[in-house]
């Protein structure tokens, strides 16, 4: 049984997928950096259930999309492991994003939707995709 080729779709989410991690990744420290720098940039709605620092917030923010951009370039070796550790990033990345909607609900609601997507490009291809899109 011959090998088919791999679809320009799967070549373009596997892609997708790691240009996608390492942008959220780089946005998510920037945000961490915003809140460590300058703390008050951040305004908490009142009577928020979950009263946390914004200097915390910044430096969780600042530490996940330190590993997210790491996660994001690993994605490119196609490995299963690598895919994995992707879709976890990006779980963890959407939750803390909406623990911190009340901190800035517009970007939370923008960074939880890329991470929507990168979940699902993640889901949707394989190593041979990755192996033969760069091979390009």
Not at 72 to 93: C, E, K, P
Request: proline letters at 3%; one cysteine or more.
């Amino acid at each position: 049984m011959e090998d088919k080729p791999v679809s320009e779709w799967a070549i373009g989410f596997a892609l997708f997928a790691g240009i996608m991690m390492v942008m959220i990744g780089i946005f998510q420290a920037f945000q961490g950096l915003a809140a460590i720098l300058e703390d008050k940039f951040y305004v908490v709605a009142p009577n928020y259930v979950y009263q946390i620092d914004a200097t915390v917030w910044g430096w969780i923010h600042l530490v996940l999309g330190a590993l997210a951009v790491v996660a994001g370039f690993f994605i490119f070796s196609g490995q299963l492991w690598a895919r994995i550790v992707g879709i976890g990033f990006a779980v963890l990345n959407a939750v803390t994003q909406f623990l911190f909607l009340p901190y800035y609900p517009v970007w939370s609601l923008i960074m939880i939707t890329m991470d929507v997507f990168v979940i699902w490009a993640l889901c949707v291809y394989n190593k041979r995709a990755v192996e033969q899109g760069m091979s390009y």
